[in-house]
């Protein structure tokens, strides 16, 4: 945090802060972007794979390996977010992961 005085003036998210590959950027994005409050905690599989490709029909597709590293990206995202709601934070991503985990393995490759 940055401080005035006693007043707090700034807060720096250092937590959140990293250098990404473009495909992790994606993938990442790929997962959250169909969030809402208090209804949905992240896309299906399905709207997953359809944001992806249809990002990359605006541009040339990834090789196979940058595609599991945006699949893996995705995972670790619901994972992270998973984590914070055994915490007492948030809720929704383990039943989530519960019904997809498998399958975003798969897809990210582990």
């Not at 940055?2 to 802060?17: A, F, H, K, M």
């Not at 169909?34 to 990834?62: H, I, N």
């Amino acid at each position: 945090m940055g401080w005035d005085g006693e007043s707090p003036i700034v807060v720096y998210d250092w937590d959140s802060l990293a250098i990404r590959t473009e495909p992790t950027i994606v993938g990442a994005a790929a997962t959250v972007f169909a969030s809402t409050t208090g209804r949905t905690v992240a896309a299906s599989v399905s709207d997953t794979a359809t944001f992806l490709d249809s990002y990359q029909r605006r541009r040339e597709p990834f090789p196979a390996e940058d595609m599991k590293a945006a699949w893996a990206a995705g995972l670790w995202t619901l994972l992270y977010n998973a984590k914070k709601e055994t915490a007492g934070g948030g809720g929704g991503y383990l039943k989530h992961l519960e019904a997809e985990l498998e399958q975003r393995m798969r897809l990210a490759g582990l």
